[in-house]
């Protein structure tokens, strides 16, 4: 196979920075810093993806949509702030509790959202089934295959009816329905490495969308698996050394690479 004779190892986590922009992983490859570990978007998401971790025990331990309630939201809001220092050592060093205030300012005025959302969940027999299941198992799973030489480790890899499902955790805003193109092709770049590790298709996975508590499912397609193999070339050679094209799109902006991304692109229209 075409893939295997390569010894450029990539990991899922870059997949999923190329998904997002080709640039930005060319960038962070040669050690250039993406979101700041400083900012508050970066402490939001960091918040954001703890507590999502305890909203399948939030769902399991409900019997009404009326058991979350915000006073619930804000004693885990509170209990994580308490833990990512624990957590974060590294990432939290040096960040002022001005900025937490900020980020659980923003955090705070998602709770009717998040109430709402994951109250209707309760209902549902499938997300009832999936957040039982998320609630018994704590460990984030390697997943590795030899064949692509991709490793990654999704937020979860559960076995249910004999098909593993891989879950994973985005903690920026959701789309009206489904899920992004971005997280369908993450969550597939994970169900490929399980498939070879374990034998067995996988059909199916969950993006739980943190900010909005939310939890989709996407089923995998064939396409899917060819966007990845596709991706998974052109992330090697971005490694190897070629800078991708400049594709504008609404994440130019706020980018912490713009600078150095706007330049690249006008020397490189004064040479072409
Ligand atoms: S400025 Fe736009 S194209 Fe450049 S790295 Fe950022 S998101 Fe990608």
Redesign the pocket.
Known sequence: MFLTKDKVKITVSELSLYF?????L??SCRGHQGVSSSSQYFIEHLVLKEMAMSYPHMLKGSSSKDDVTSERLEELLLEVLGTIPHIYPVEMEGVSAEMIECASQVIRSCFGMLQENLSMQISLPEISILAGRLAARDEEPYLHSEKLNVTGVPYRLLDMDGTYVPVIIKTGSSPEKGVWMNDRLHISSFAMLAEEMHGNPVKYGFVLYARSGIFRKVNIHSTDRRQVLSAIGRVRKIKEGTMPD????P??DG????DM??VRSSLASKFF
């Open positions: 997002s922009c080709a640039r930005k060319y960038y400049k594709k504008e799109s994440l130019c980018c912490s690479y713009s991304c706007n």
